[in-house]
């Protein structure tokens, strides 16, 4: 029913990256990999600073057997974080 809901929306509006992310993850725990792998690029596509964003494609990618990408993705992952943490930080 929610990848329904957010089909919808992103038939509404397509550039919004929360809706790809959101059914990415409902497709995660349905366990269909390649279509949550699908909306995760597109999530990080549109919007390229959203650490769970990557996190989660890496996890999907190592699920498929792609290593050397889920590598990529979780290093950018910590990157994100590593920025995150900085910036919160700064007195």
């Known amino acids: 029913m929610a990848i329904e809901q ?6 509404i509006k397509p550039e919004y990256s929360y809706a790809h992310y959101n059914m990415g993850c409902a497709y995660i725990s349905m366990g269909k990999y390649s279509k949550a792998k699908y909306e995760l690029y597109a ?3 549109l919007k390229n600073t959203e ?3 990557h996190y989660n494609l890496a996890l999907v990618l190592k ?3 792609k290593e ?6 979780l290093e950018y992952y910590n990157k994100l974080m590593e920025q995150t943490y900085v910036q919160g930080n700064n007195f």
Do not use: G, Q, R
Not at 68 to 73: C, D, G, S, T, V
């Open 6 to 11: 957010y089909k919808k929306v992103i038939k």
């Open 68 to 73: 050397k990408e889920a590598k990529k993705y």
């Open 63 to 65: 699920k498929l057997n």
């Open 43 to 45: 999530a990080t596509d």
């Open 51 to 53: 650490p769970d964003f």
